[in-house]
């Protein structure tokens, strides 16, 4: 018997579907009616097809699968911020998470049940990676916050980022489909100039998808500049060391001219003294970066990191800015629900 991922109707092109309606007899616009529900009106089911006739409704039944994600809970943040635990067919949960600002409406969205690469500072860290989501799974999370922007604040959304739980450079196949869905015209439509994927750094998959030529935009999360503390945070700069990921990075540039951003978390008396902040103008040096992303440290169960005072932070800043790298201190939304950089591990405290 056929799982609900292996005979999922998401898994057919529109010609496919096509030639399925003519083994059944049907019209061929039906299959593109079909095709509409499931990419552009995001219909979690098919009784939800409303201009589909019953009978056929329960003949794509017969053959088919839709095991679409749907909201298990949802939580709201003084700040606006929206997180909510998605439900998959197999009964996991991962979490995705509305980030509102005046000008933005992001989502922020997982790649992977779990994770496999134990960051120290992150709380999805800690848990075992189940699986890899499927591509349909990861458009799932972006069209149901899409709905919910478009419910809460009356607009689409504006940006998407690969933040959330999971390595999205270890799901790679599922991920670089479901962005060519979502930026799709007969998708979501949304340009692939206003996603980004985040990496932890895997040197080969980074070339990848320089030979690939993606047109999304990467980020880095380098979090410490040198590979002795990069190692004590994250173990994957063993196999993944500073020096490889700067080639790398400079190889991706050079096949797809997209520039590339850091992220670099500041930890109390462990990467936030003047000397880190010129180890990290050094290599901000040898890669076509475009911005440094300074994010806040935010707590987590059973880590012994701490957040810098703002005076530290400050004069980390001002060692950036005056030696010209284009820094962002970016400030943590969502912290009181769980919600910020490095929270997401699917509490039970909805």
């Known amino acids: 018997m056929l799982s609900a991922q292996q005979n999922n109707i998401r898994n057919l092109s529109l010609s496919e579907l096509e030639n399925f309606f003519a083994e059944i007899d049907e019209k061929k616009f039906r299959a593109k009616q079909v095709y509409e529900w499931l990419w552009q009106k995001h219909a979690g089911s098919f009784d939800a097809m409303t201009n589909i006739s019953k009978d056929l409704r329960s003949?794509?039944?017969?053959?088919?699968?839709?095991?679409?994600?749907?909201?298990?809970?949802?939580?709201?943040?003084?700040?606006?911020?929206?997180?909510?635990?998605?439900?998959?067919?197999?009964?996991?949960?991962?979490?995705?998470?509305?980030?509102?600002?005046?000008?933005?409406?992001?989502?922020?969205?997982?790649?992977?049940?779990?994770?496999?690469?134990?960051?120290?500072?992150?709380?999805?860290g800690k848990m075992e990676r189940l699986r890899n989501l499927t591509f349909d799974e990861i458009f799932d999370q972006v069209a149901l916050i899409n709905e919910q922007t478009e419910r809460i604040y009356n607009k689409h959304l504006t940006n998407i980022v690969f933040m959330g739980m999971g390595e999205p450079l270890l799901n790679y196949s599922n991920v670089l489909k479901a962005i060519d869905k979502i930026s799709a015209e007969d998708g979501l439509g949304m340009s692939p100039r206003r996603i980004t994927v985040s990496t932890a750094g895997v040197a080969k998959m980074i070339k990848k998808l320089g030979d690939d030529k993606v047109r999304f935009k990467l980020a880095l999360s380098l979090h410490a500049a040198n590979d002795k503390k990069r190692h004590e945070i994250m173990p994957i700069n063993d196999s993944n060391n500073i020096k490889s990921l700067i080639e790398a990075l400079n190889y991706f540039y050079k096949q797809t001219k997209n520039e590339v951003t850091f992220e670099?978390?500041?930890?109390?008396?462990?990467?936030?003294?003047?000397?880190?902040?010129?180890?990290?103008?050094?290599?901000?040096?040898?890669?076509?970066?475009?911005?440094?992303?300074?994010i806040e440290y935010n707590p987590i169960d059973g880590a012994s990191f701490a957040r810098p005072?703002?005076?530290?932070?400050?004069?980390?800043?001002?060692?950036?800015?005056?030696?010209?790298?284009?820094?962002?201190?970016?400030?943590?939304?969502?912290?009181?629900?769980?919600?910020?950089?490095?929270?997401?591990?699917?509490?039970d405290s909805f």
């Open 309 to 347: 005072d703002e005076e530290t932070i400050e004069h980390f800043m001002k060692y950036l800015e005056s030696h010209r790298v284009n820094a962002r201190l970016r400030r943590s939304r969502g912290k009181d629900i769980d919600a910020a950089c490095g929270q997401l591990a699917n509490k």
């Open 59 to 124: 003949k794509l039944a017969e053959h088919f699968s839709l095991p679409a994600l749907t909201v298990n809970t949802t939580q709201y943040s003084a700040d606006g911020t929206v997180k909510s635990r998605f439900e998959t067919f197999d009964h996991h949960f991962v979490e995705g998470v509305l980030i509102p600002t005046e000008e933005r409406k992001t989502a922020c969205v997982s790649s992977q049940i779990g994770c496999s690469l134990s960051c120290k500072f992150c709380a999805t």
């Open 264 to 294: 670099y978390i500041l930890f109390r008396d462990f990467n936030d003294s003047q000397q880190d902040a010129e180890e990290l103008v050094k290599i901000y040096r040898q890669v076509p970066a475009d911005l440094v992303n300074i």
